[in-house]
């Protein structure tokens, strides 16, 4: 009996069920390590407002037959790791525990762990951390984890003079995987990953020593995500007690306004006056019944302004709109940042960018969508027709915004933050069609499509005042040349001159003087008028 | 009177103006712009005075400015710049003609209706036929009788021609139509309808027996004719008599020789107010007692329409349309040959012409 309950540590539940987060065959697992690591990477860097330089090698290790071999190493210019949090960081695997409202890439770390265990268990390999904090010295140590007690096995541990001024983290190691296989998804993923994050600058070389190379276009960077209180829509009756708890003996109205953003003073006591409850009340006096229906208001609560967005980190109208161009070079680009909403207390922001002619190709086949998704600064490569952008762009009727779906040279870019990003399954591929995040979207679309019905008559009217002067100078050149001769003169009249100056001059009615003095044989005479 | 204008001299000259004025307008910085009296039919009003459809004073702006003018702007002066051409080396072309050369130059007419209408604009613009910058409709007419002409065509310069020499007539062409007329001894002219019968009164010498210049129209008169019948009027001074059939198409032949056509309301000049029907008239059956037809479908509705004619209110005219109207009847010239004598002496020159210009006081 006992056995069956045995406690199961994170490193062997991950060993055991690797397939459930993604690594679930060679060439996934390849994907998925370059991925986890590079996010980490990043996370490292603008998280703490640090311009990314993320550089990753990928080379094939000559094995004994059987399944591929890789070696990966992977160097960015991150915030680094402080020397005695290596064996932890890197030899242990953690789930995140703490309680955060931030926007993080992914759970903390453990993406990038379980892909240093999955080479120590498909390769046997060790992995090697070198890492600095800006200081004198460099670290770098040799780990692996026990598997069994999750305890981090240090085999070297090395210190050196810090002479290149090195800051941030290498990590080597190696694994079993298939780049043939996972090629293209690896490549789409550097490519969508400099389009979400232009100032980021990421090399990658790959087994066949092919360079990727995305140079940083921006230093502008989007505020780092801060943390903040919950908002009341977000709390839950374990969240309320919790906090409560801590702060027993506050009336309610001070409770509300010093424990949950945008709840105000004048906002706590309106809210609870409206719900029948005592701004007054110690929070402690609170029956379980009370505390019941106080969730239930603060959930529904309408007047709560929306959640801070300080928390997440969008990349802002601007940084999308250079990351658009650069790799799609588009004649047109649109883009839209929704302000913060909530779902179930979760503030999530929607930015979207239409792109428009120019590089882009229109779709190949009818009813295929070039549609680029983002979650929290990762591009989402799987299940693209699954995704609640792809089902809003489909249920939008784009003869409103003159646009031909089917046959417009137009490309989609979702971009969603927030704190838990509503991803419909565990392989985080895609986003569940949750109403207030599909509302947030279809708005957000809508909005840049009429910004780009507008660039697009715009650029109509553009071609026609183009098809215009052409025409103009057509018949106005035949005019010249035909006047001339008429007029029995020898130089034309400069129509490009004329073209130029628009014709500025007034225009003077009757310009034509007809012939001024007729004979008066009759057959020439004018008619009454 | 002036008997002696060269049309030709005159075309040119409103040619080089409307050239100058656009050249003027394009030097000075301005997008060039014509005014061209309108041809629309809420535009053509019958003018008492004149005794013809004439324009009214509505005015189509045609200019440059404008992206859907542009392209028959250029095509006028281009068919202004074709005339100016074909005055200066004194050659002819025709509408159809005129469509076919523009193949030669990117000016886009899509139909023959189009540089047909870009021909009608400029004689609107300029107030003057076609035949003026030497586009003429194919030869149909011809002329006969002792009349002398001084030809202004290059290599026919200065000679003397009398319409006498040749026994058919001669066509009225481009030439003609810009000849000299030098003098005559006839004292009327007689426009007939028919071209056989045209042939018949040569033969006949009706042109010395009534010292008249005979003038074939070919049904409709062609422009041309019209515009000689009313020089001959004008400058030499002879009346003018028309015969033809006696149907509603018949008195329209002669309406038009007399007042002109709704089609050239943008042309005044082509028509001689003065001309006589001289016959055949409905108010004649009775008369001569020849044999007739039913009026057909046709004559009533073409009756019925020409009822609705100011020109025709007047009271000469509105009786001889009552006289269609009240009996029904129509006949052909033709007719006249069942009264015969002989075939060399008709009943028509013997009897019906100096009947007839005996009762309009010609002789």
């Known amino acids: 009996m006992s056995e069956q309950f045995q406690e199961l540590n994170v490193a062997d539940f991950f060993y055991k069920n690797k397939d459930l987060v993604g690594f679930d065959s060679p060439h996934k697992a390849t994907y998925m390590i370059v991925r986890e690591l590079v996010e980490n990477s990043l996370d490292a860097c603008d998280g703490h407002k640090i311009l990314p330089d993320v550089r990753v090698t ?38 995140g525990s703490k309680y955060s409202m931030r926007q993080n890439r992914g759970t903390f770390g453990l993406g ?92 990658f070389i790959d087994p066949n020593g092919t360079l990727l190379f995305y140079p940083r276009i921006t230093e502008k960077m989007p505020t780092p995500p801060v943390e903040t209180q ?86 802002g109208e601007e940084l999308l709109r250079e990351g658009i161009k650069r790799l799609l070079s588009p004649e047109h680009v649109v883009v839209t940042t929704r302000p913060a909403r909530a779902y179930e207390g979760n503030p999530f922001i929607v930015e979207v960018g239409i792109a428009y002619g120019g590089a882009i190709m229109p779709p190949d086949k009818p009813g295929k969508v070039q549609l680029y998704r983002f979650a929290n600064k990762i591009p989402l ?58 509302r947030e979207i279809d708005l957000a679309i809508k909005q840049a499509a009429r910004e780009l019905r507008v660039q697009l008559s715009r650029m109509e009217k553009a071609e026609y005042r183009e098809r215009r002067t052409e025409v ?20 034309e009249p400069d129509v490009d001159l004329l073209l130029k100056e628009g014709g500025a001059k007034k225009r003077r009615r009757g310009a034509v003087q007809l012939v001024d003095d007729p004979p008066e044989d009759g057959s020439m005479k004018k008619g009454k008028a | 009177m002036e008997r002696n204008t060269d049309r030709s001299e005159f075309a040119r000259k409103a040619l080089k103006d409307l050239g100058t004025s656009i050249y003027n307008q394009m030097e000075e910085g301005r ?106 409709p194919h030869d149909r007419g011809a002329i006969f009788g002792d009349l002398t002409v001084r030809y202004r065509v290059k290599g026919f310069k200065d000679s003397l021609i009398n319409l006498t020499d040749n ?46 210049i005979l003038i074939d129209t070919t049904g409709q008169a062609s422009r041309s004719a019209r515009l000689l019948i009313r020089r001959l009027n004008e400058e030499l001074g002879l009346p003018v008599y028309i015969l033809t059939d006696c149907d509603v198409w018949g008195a329209h032949i002669s309406m038009v020789i007399i007042s002109g056509s709704v089609n050239s309301a943008h042309i005044t000049g082509l028509n001689t107010p003065s001309a006589k029907w001289l016959g055949f008239w409905p108010t004649d059956i009775n008369r001569y007692k020849v044999p007739t037809m039913k009026m057909k479908e046709l004559d009533w509705k073409r009756l019925a329409e020409l009822k609705a004619d100011p020109r025709y209110k007047e009271k000469f005219w509105k009786e001889q349309l009552d006289a269609f109207e009240r009996l029904g009847l129509k006949a052909e010239l033709e007719a006249f040959s069942s009264k015969n004598k002989s075939v060399s002496q008709t009943f028509l020159v013997e009897t019906y012409i100096p009947e007839k210009l005996k009762e309009l006081g010609a002789i």
């Open chain 2, 167 to 212: 026994p058919d007539g001669v066509n009225i062409g481009p030439a003609l139509d810009n000849a000299e007329l030098v003098k005559t001894t006839a004292d009327k002219v007689i426009a007939i309808e028919k071209g056989a019968i045209f042939i018949q009164m040569i033969r006949e010498k009706v042109h010395e027996k009534f010292n008249a």
């Open chain 1, 112 to 203: 990038g762990k379980m892909s240093i265990l999955y080479g120590q268990i498909t390769a046997n390999s060790r992995v090697t951390i070198t890492t600095s904090q800006g200081g004198s010295k460099v670290y770098t140590f040799e780990l692996s984890t026990d598997i069994r007690t999750n305890t981090p096995v240090i085999y070297r541990r090395d210190e050196a003079d810090n002479k290149s001024h090195f800051r941030g983290v290498k990590i080597e190691f190696d694994f079993e995987g298939d780049y043939g296989k996972a090629r293209d998804k690896i490549i789409e993923y550097f490519y969508e990953t400099a389009m979400i994050l232009p100032y980021a600058q990421l090399t």
């Open chain 1, 381 to 438: 490569l799987y299940d693209e027709y699954s995704d609640v952008s792809m089902a809003v762009i489909q249920n939008i009727n784009w003869n409103q915004y003159k646009v031909k779906l089917d046959e417009a040279p137009i490309a989609f870019i979702t971009h969603i933050c927030s704190t838990k990003v509503p991803y419909k399954t565990a392989g985080k591929e895609y986003v569940a069609a949750r109403p207030e995040v599909e």
């Open chain 1, 58 to 95: 990928l080379s094939k290790v000559e094995g004994d037959g059987g399944q591929e071999r890789y070696h990966i190493k992977i160097v960015d210019n991150g915030i680094g790791v402080p020397l005695e949090a290596v064996p932890y960081a890197f030899g242990k695997v953690l789930f």
């Open chain 1, 230 to 315: 919950p908002h009341p829509h977000g709390v839950d009756l374990e969240l309320l007690k919790r906090m409560m708890a801590a702060n027993p003996h506050t009336s309610l109205q001070v409770f509300l306004s010093k424990n949950f953003q945008r709840v105000g003073e004048r906002t706590a006591k309106a809210f609870l006056k409206s719900n029948g409850f005592d701004p007054h009340m110690e929070v402690s006096q609170l029956s379980t019944k009370q505390l019941t229906k106080l969730v239930t208001a603060l959930r529904e609560y309408p007047d709560f302004l929306p959640p801070d967005p300080s928390c997440l980190s969008p990349i």
């Open chain 2, 31 to 136: 997008f060039p712009e014509v005014m061209i009296p309108s041809r629309q039919t809420n535009n053509i009003y019958y003018d008492p005075k004149l005794e013809q459809y004439v324009l009214g004073d509505k005015r189509v702006v045609r200019s440059a400015d404008n992206v859907k003018h542009v392209k028959p702007l250029a095509q006028l002066l281009w068919v202004a710049r074709i005339g100016k051409e074909l005055i200066d080396y004194d050659r002819v072309s025709t509408l159809r003609d005129l469509f076919y050369m523009s193949k030669n130059i990117d000016i886009n007419f899509a139909t023959q209706q189009e540089s047909d209408e870009a021909v009608y604009d400029l004689e609107a613009l300029l107030s003057m036929p076609r035949e003026s910058f030497n586009i003429f």
């Open chain 1, 472 to 491: 103009l100078r057509k018949y106005l050149s035949m005019m010249a040349s035909f006047s001339t001769f008429l007029a029995e003169k020898t130089k």
